[in-house]
């Protein structure tokens, strides 16, 4: 269990790290997020993380009050508190205390905190046997209303498919866009291969920029010489896919093995997978920001 809190500048303990009930984070989900994993003493692609953030708070017009510098050696120490070598770095920046309106000239500070925590690792079965998905109702948010790019406090758009999927005892969710395009799932992004070439959505379908996603695309490209494209697919393309996975900190490559009821070819995880599993874990063991 996590033991200090990073709040504001100070570590703190769990009972001390508090917020107001007037937070806009709380009350509109007004703030942004990341979601960082440590490997053995490493962060990893934690600058990438950190732009990200930056630029989802500077989409919500949210001015973080510490530099980038700052924010990393905020995540670092809150590690090193903790005595964490792996684990999970969740941080959190709110609008701050406001009143009981919308208006967020009404918040003075924002609120960074950083709880960093042992990872709840998802069953290594999953990651042997495959993972089944299905199709929800919930269409992912339109970009022009908020954009999916916006790693915000706001999720009812993923939790209410996660509901959707829950509801069928199905463990993940695919989310399309308005348009009926493929987009991605809940917390994950998604990719399928065929004819061993590899292919995610783009960001104008409307998705998360998954810095997994992204280290998977370049790990596909430089490492094992496959083609990778970021075009629209719709769901017959995932029926007929040669293989399927989801990309995601938590999840890192896992692959899927049936959506819709339908068996994703011979209803294993892939080859391509399979190696990108393995590349994947490698590189989390060689590189990152260095904790101690
Ligand atoms: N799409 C969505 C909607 C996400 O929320 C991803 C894709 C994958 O992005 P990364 O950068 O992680 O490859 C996410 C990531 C959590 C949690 O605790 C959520 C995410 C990541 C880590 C933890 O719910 N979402």
């Not at 053995?40 to 001015?63: C, N, P, T, W």
């Amino acid at each position: 269990m996590a033991k200090k809190i990073y709040l504001n500048g100070q570590l703190v303990s769990r009972e001390e790290a508090r917020i107001s009930v007037f937070d806009h984070g709380l009350l509109y989900g007004d703030g942004v997020f990341e979601g960082i994993r440590a490997y053995d003493g490493r962060v990893f692609r934690l600058s990438q993380h950190l732009d990200r953030l930056y630029e989802s708070a500077r989409a919500i017009a949210l001015k973080i009050p510490l530099t980038k510098e700052e924010m990393e050696k905020a995540v670092i120490e809150t590690l090193r508190a903790n005595e964490l070598k792996s684990g999970y770095v969740r941080l959190v920046v709110t609008r701050g205390e406001g009143d009981l309106g919308l208006d967020p000239r009404n918040c003075r500070e924002p609120n960074v905190f950083i709880i960093a925590d042992k990872i709840e690792l998802y069953p290594e079965e999953l990651y042997r046997k495959g993972l089944e998905l299905v199709t929800v109702a919930t269409k992912r948010n339109i970009p022009e209303a908020i954009d999916p790019r916006i790693k915000s406090l706001n999720y009812l758009n993923n939790i209410l498919a996660k509901i959707e999927a829950g509801l069928q005892n199905m463990p993940e969710a695919v989310m399309l866009n308005k348009d009926g395009y493929v987009a991605e799932c809940t917390g994950d992004n998604i990719f399928i291969v065929k004819d061993s070439v590899l292919v995610t959505p783009p960001f104008y379908v409307g998705v998360l920029a998954g810095i997994t996603r992204e280290t998977v695309m370049e790990i596909a490209r430089e490492k094992m010489g496959l083609v990778v494209k970021e075009e629209v697919f719709t769901r017959f393309h995932l029926y007929n896919a040669d293989e399927c996975f989801l990309t995601g900190t938590a999840a890192e490559v896992i692959p899927v093995v049936r959506i819709d009821g339908r068996q994703i070819a011979d209803g294993k995880p892939g080859k391509i997978t399979n190696q990108l599993m393995k590349q994947f874990r490698e590189l989390t063991k060689n590189e990152g920001v260095e904790v101690y």
